[in-house]
């Protein structure tokens, strides 16, 4: 029996398949079970095989669930995902998904499942926190009408370029730019030129000399491309290489090795990954639906300002926001946001639940900041959502010292604040790697909930 300590309710039972109208379970569609089993081809992008890498490992697990049994069904298929692996064909990885590392991201499967279970067919979806892109890709492939926005400017750049079809000229196009880029990278590499800039001392500890003034190179060959539509993809394709090319150890770490790369390996590097980048953009076009999809609408906005939410009325919103004390997104992405110029004014003032911020203050104060920052993104969302229309979050919980701030609690304190009303959860344990606080999670494990809220 799964016992509820939000909504006051206790439900038992195992999760039945879902089931369409006539009673019969309902398959998979076809990207839950293999992103090209469309049988539409790549398109010819001269790709090499894509690498793997192991992310999403932590997720499935046993569900405890409470509040309304339709809910909870759609909430707990949601959850039931297999952890990534070293596949090629893992999910986790399929097509754009693969792209670009993005810290705390959503399973592609989980956002397929949530965007379809609880969004119309045709209907209107927002995601404002929508991050990389991942559930407005999601709903691009079932049909859907996504609207995104997020605070951090490469997120809006991420989630716009694997949301927007390309067509095979468009690709071409792109992948000729990057040979162009290269080839002057590698002219100024064998030619001794300096570089076109003073570095900050941030990226002379980072990189190796040559290798800096290879990414110097290939920065300026694509910010000769001008207003090329080319530049933005090919600006992504460098940041998506910066942390490997650097010392770092991990793109969550500030740890620092050793790694020493041959010359012209990341140029060489650059070439690959805009290949692959046109093949997974075309692998995404031949899933959808009808090659008349749109684009999904993306936009850089604070989810907790009513006059920077794009006009409603939405059928769903779908979102994962930042967890409490747990990321500066700042922080994370300073190496990226530097090298491609991008504006963090916003991002600086306005990160919901920013570690930095939020270490400085108490738990208890923390929790009711927290609450405040939930309530004024939730009001902001009721004033875009259809009435009775549902919100689903997935949140997980996080710490400040020896106390948690439990995700499901917090939410449904502010839920009930601002308009909405907790429908009903799903949550599953979650490992907690920060030593320092793993006491708040002695007594009960740290979970990362699916929760439904309804406009009331």
């Known amino acids: 029996m799964c016992h509820g300590v939000l909504y006051g309710l206790v439900f038992d039972g195992d999760l039945p398949p879902q089931r369409g109208r ?9 990207d839950e079970r293999h992103p090209n089993s469309s049988g539409k081809g790549p398109g010819q992008h001269g790709q ?24 909870i069904q759609k909430l707990e298929f949601a959850l039931q995902v297999r952890p990534s692996t070293d596949q090629e064909d893992d999910l986790t990885r399929a097509h754009v998904h693969g792209f670009h590392s993005y810290p705390a991201r959503m399973h592609p499967v989980t956002a397929h499942r949530l965007a379809r279970g609880f969004t119309p067919m045709g209907g209107r979806l927002l995601d404002p926190f929508c991050g990389s892109g991942t559930v407005l890709v999601e709903s691009m492939l079932l049909g859907l009408k996504p609207t995104g926005f997020d605070l951090n400017p490469l997120a809006v750049r991420l989630a716009r370029c694997k949301t927007t079809p390309r067509t095979d000229g468009e690709l071409n196009h792109m992948v000729g730019q990057a040979s162009e880029c290269a080839a002057f990278a590698d002219d100024r590499r064998k030619t001794k030129a300096g570089a076109s800039r003073r570095f900050g001392a941030e990226d002379v500890a980072l990189f190796e000399p040559h290798v800096l003034l290879e990414l110097d190179s290939l920065l300026e060959g694509i910010r000769s491309l001008g207003r090329d539509p080319a530049r933005t993809d090919l600006e992504l394709v460098l940041s998506s290489l910066l942390v490997k090319l650097s010392l770092l150890q991990a793109d969550t770490s500030k740890a620092v090795g050793t790694r020493r790369l041959a010359a012209g390996h990341a140029t060489r590097q650059f070439l690959g990954k805009a290949r692959e980048l046109a093949r997974r953009l075309a692998e995404f076009r031949g899933l959808l639906p009808s090659a008349a999809v749109p684009p999904a609408k993306v936009k850089q906005g604070n989810a907790t300002l009513p006059a920077e939410v794009p006009a409603g009325p939405f059928d769903a919103v779908v979102t994962s926001p930042p967890y409490a004390a747990t990321y500066d997104y700042i922080e994370h992405h300073a190496l990226r946001l530097r090298w491609l110029g991008l504006d963090t004014a916003a991002l600086e003032h306005g990160e919901l639940g920013a570690r930095s911020r939020y270490n400085r203050m108490n738990p208890q104060i923390a929790g009711k900041e927290w609450v405040g920052e939930l309530t004024g993104f939730l009001r902001a ?57 793993s006491v708040a999670f002695r007594q009960r494990p740290r979970q990362e909930h ?6 009331a």
């Open 381 to 437: 969302m009721c004033g875009v959502l259809k009435p009775g229309s549902p919100l689903v979050l997935m949140m997980a919980d996080s710490a400040l010292g020896q106390v948690a701030l439990r995700a499901d609690e917090l939410v449904a304190e502010a839920a009930r604040a601002s308009g909405f009303k907790p429908a009903a959860r799903a949550s599953q344990a979650r490992p907690h790697f920060h030593g320092p606080s």
């Open 450 to 455: 699916a929760i439904v809220l309804r406009k």
């Open 48 to 71: 090499p095989p894509i690498r793997t890498r192991r992310s999403l490992t932590h997720v499935g697990g046993a569900v405890e669930t409470e509040g309304d049994p339709a809910d």
């Open 22 to 30: 006539n009673g019969r379970q309902m398959a998979q569609s076809r």
